[in-house]
């Protein structure tokens, strides 16, 4: 009886015992010719094994990568495609580099801060005066979404000119929207549906009744 602590590492085992065996068999042959037409018979075998494979991308080429990798690479034949290595296949990724986490106000964003600095690359004009307003109003709906208390325009100008580092000044003349207006919404969003799961309610007691 053979156990499987003694056979062979199968390093790619969803090919299962037999190609392994029929890839040591290839490597113990002598003739490269023998070899290489065994190799090529093996590929075929494989390919039938994994038809799924077949809608991958060079999927040929995948294959004889497997081969050599169950071989171990210790297989010697002619491969229409670069040989694969063990230094390649090994070799760790390079770390990933991560956005910095340095936001200055984290209830603003990342974003915004990105928006600020295209704005501040632009040249004085209506176009830019235009744009900070669009900023600051963003700047005070993003504040009251994080907090429900009140925010004045004040507060908001300060937040812009620290956000650019001074750039951006909101004009003494620009009045942004009342926090009223810009809290309706979210309120008048919340009476509806309550009174809508209010007259459910009464509608489904009504026919419990009848």
Same mark, same amino acid.
């Given at each position: 009886?053979?156990?499987?602590?003694?056979r062979?590492?199968?390093?790619?085992?969803?090919?299962?015992?037999?190609?392994?065996?029929?890839?040591?068999y290839?490597?113990?042959?002598?003739?490269?010719?023998?070899?290489?037409?065994?190799?090529?018979?093996?590929?075929?075998?494989?390919?039938?094994?994994?038809?799924?494979?077949?809608? &991958?991308? @060079?999927?040929?080429?995948? /294959?004889?990568d497997?081969?050599?990798?169950? =071989?171990?690479?210790?297989?010697?034949? !002619? $491969?229409?495609?670069?040989?694969?290595s063990?230094?390649?296949?090994?070799?760790k990724?390079?770390?990933?580099?991560?956005?910095?986490?340095?936001?200055?106000?984290?209830h603003?964003?990342?974003?915004?801060?990105?928006i600020?600095?295209?704005?501040?690359?632009?040249e004085?004009?209506? &176009?830019? @005066?235009?744009?900070?307003e /669009?900023?600051a109003?963003?700047l005070k709906k =993003?504040?009251?979404?994080?907090?429900? !208390? $009140?925010?004045?325009d004040?507060?908001?100008?300060?937040?812009?000119?620290?956000?650019?580092?001074?750039?951006?000044?909101?004009?003494d003349?620009?009045?942004l929207?009342?926090?009223?207006?810009?809290?309706?919404?979210?309120?008048?969003?919340?009476?509806?549906?309550?009174?809508?799961?209010?007259g459910?309610?009464?509608?489904?007691?009504g026919?419990?009744?009848?």
């Open positions: 009886m053979e156990y499987n602590s003694e062979s590492k199968m390093n790619i085992s969803e090919y299962g015992r037999n190609i392994q065996k029929m890839i040591e290839i490597i113990s042959v002598d003739d490269r010719e023998k070899r290489n037409k065994l190799a090529r018979a093996t590929i075929n075998v494989m390919g039938q094994l994994n038809p799924h494979l077949r809608d &991958v991308n @060079d999927f040929k080429h995948k /294959l004889w497997h081969l050599f990798i169950m =071989s171990d690479f210790r297989l010697d034949v !002619d $491969s229409p495609y670069p040989v694969p063990r230094e390649i296949l090994t070799r990724p390079e770390p990933l580099e991560y956005a910095s986490n340095n936001v200055t106000f984290k603003y964003g990342r974003h915004i801060e990105r600020i600095e295209k704005a501040c690359e632009m004085e004009g209506e &176009v830019k @005066d235009t744009l900070i /669009l900023i109003n963003h =993003s504040y009251l979404t994080w907090s429900r !208390d $009140s925010v004045t004040e507060e908001i100008a300060g937040h812009l000119s620290k956000l650019s580092n001074g750039r951006l000044k909101l004009q003349n620009i009045k929207s009342e926090s009223t207006e810009i809290l309706a919404p979210k309120a008048k969003k919340r009476k509806y549906q309550g009174n809508r799961g209010g459910n309610r009464n509608h489904n007691k026919r419990k009744n009848q």
